[in-house]
């Protein structure tokens, strides 16, 4: 999976102030988007334009971000110079961008990156809480007050302004229920 991205993107997900956005994130989302594409009659030069915006969309982590511009926005302002003609690549990399509202259809490929981003939300319990605590070190920069109301506020628009959650047919049956158990219970317990 390497060669479809420059080795110094790699090495982005290995900076030092990402505990989430990391390899990890990238393998995990690896593991699930051949089955998400199983949905779609995807030719080979989708699938790659995939796997490139995969691995770039969250190349910039900047924590503290101090830039007026998402992290999301400043990795696909990245993936345009990588990767100049394929405007496609930024554009999934903004379908990573949450809540996100916009009608998505399911057989896209951006339904397959948003589904792909948000697979952690639907892990077992243990690995859930193990990702905020990773999350939670991504913005130890914040005092606990700040960044428990940020979190809430955030879940709490993710489920109420991003329905369903998951765009995919699999993503929707398979963790859509999953990934509501986990943010309503951190959502009360917060």
């Known amino acids: 999976m390497y060669h479809i991205v420059p080795e110094d993107i790699v090495k982005r997900y290995l900076e030092p102030q990402r505990h989430y956005h990391t390899l990890e994130h990238i393998y995990n989302g690896l593991s699930v988007i051949p089955m998400l594409l199983r949905d779609g009659s995807f030719g080979d030069d989708e699938r790659k334009q995939l796997l490139q915006a995969w691995w770039l969309h969250d190349a910039v982590y900047d924590i503290p971000n101090n830039s007026s511009q998402s992290n999301e926005q400043r990795s696909a302002y990245l993936a345009a110079r990588v990767y100049p003609n394929k405007k496609i690549i ?5 379908a990573t961008v949450y809540p996100n509202e916009k009608e998505v259809n399911p057989r896209s490929l951006d339904a397959i990156i948003n589904d ?5 939300l639907a892990a077992p319990r243990e690995v859930y809480e193990r990702h905020t605590a990773q999350i939670r070190l991504e913005n130890s920069h914040l005092s606990d ?16 302004k991003q329905k369903p959650l998951f765009k995919t047919s699999q993503g929707l049956f398979l963790w859509e229920s999953k990934a509501l158990n986990n943010i309503y219970r951190e959502i009360y317990a917060v």
Do not use: W, Y
């Open 116 to 120: 792909a981003d948000l697979f952690g």
């Open 145 to 160: 007050e700040v960044f428990n109301a940020n979190r809430k506020k955030f879940l709490t628009a993710l489920v109420e």
């Open 90 to 94: 930024q554009q999934l990399i903004l």
